[in-house]
Nanobody, 122 residues
Framework: QVQVAESGGGLVPSGGSLRLSCVAS????????MGWFRQGPGKEREIVAA????????YYTDSVKGRFTISRDNAKNTVYLQMNNLKPEDTAQYHC???????????????WGQGTQVSVSS
């Protein structure tokens, strides 16, 4: 049974930091691309960052480059998203997802978590 579970969301002031974690099980984690997606109020879902199975490749959407860092620990079946210098526009539900196919920045990942809320106050 596949399980993907995010944690680490919360309410922070503008300029603050959070680290999201995502623990996965039920599939060969070390063979899967892992991605972080978000959907803000009234907005479409967008991919925030993604990382290849052994971490040699990463992808970031332009708005988070230089502020967010994605990493993974395959021994712990965990992927992280370190978010620094948070802005009100980063407010969204953040989801972790896994996929084995080509393309870090594809939108149709196979396995998804329920999400964790990140709210940034101005």
């Amino acid at each position: 049974q596949v399980q993907v579970a995010e944690s680490g969301g919360g309410l922070v002031p503008s300029g603050g930091s959070l680290r999201l974690s995502c623990v996965a099980s039920g599939f060969p984690f070390g063979l899967y691309n892992m991605g972080w997606f978000r959907q803000g109020p009234g907005k479409e879902r967008e991919i925030v960052a993604a990382i290849s199975p052994v971490g040699t490749q990463t992808y970031y959407t332009d708005s988070v480059k230089g502020r967010f860092t994605i990493s993974r620990d395959n021994a712990k079946n965990t992927v992280y998203l370190q978010m620094n210098n948070l802005k009100p526009e980063d407010t969204a539900q953040y989801h972790c997802a896994a996929d084995r196919r080509e393309g870090l920045n594809r939108m149709d990942y196979t396995y998804w978590g329920q999400g964790t809320q990140v709210s940034v106050s101005s």
